[in-house]
């Protein structure tokens, strides 16, 4: 069974940068595709950055230049690094993982979603 534990969300002031890490456990055979979202109040769910398993990023326009993302396959954990934090980005972000695993009956793919971590900008 595969699990997404998300962590470092936190309150900082505009300017600052937050790293938020999205660790996968269990029976993992490869991460092929990775991204990290948002939900502000009030607003729908939407895409801050993504990244294929062949390292194609594709970042929002909202974040192009301030937000990283990035894998570290030996961990098994996905980061997005957030830099010169505005108060817009305040919301409550989830990572969103496309995992091969083993089965019993051989291997699976699924989707996987964290539970998500709040990040709130101050002005």
């Known amino acids: 069974q595969v699990q997404l534990v998300e962590s470092g969300g936190g309150l900082v002031q505009a300017g600052g940068s937050l790293r938020l890490s999205c660790a996968a456990s269990g029976r993992i055979l490869s991460i092929n595709a990775m991204g990290w979202y948002r939900q502000a109040p009030g607003k729908q769910r939407e895409l801050v950055a993504s990244?294929?398993?062949?390292?194609?990023?594709n970042p929002a326009d909202s974040v192009k230049g301030r937000f990283t993302i990035s894998t570290d396959n030996a961990k098994n954990t996905v980061y997005l690094q957030m830099n010169s934090l505005i108060p817009e980005d305040t919301g409550v972000y989830y990572c969103?993982?496309?995992?091969?695993?083993?089965?019993?009956?051989?291997?699976?793919?699924?989707?996987?979603w964290g539970q998500g971590t709040q990040v709130t900008v101050s002005s």
């Open positions: 969103n993982l496309d995992i091969t695993s083993r089965h019993t009956m051989g291997r699976t793919r699924g989707d996987y």
């Open positions: 990244m294929t398993r062949g390292g194609s990023i």
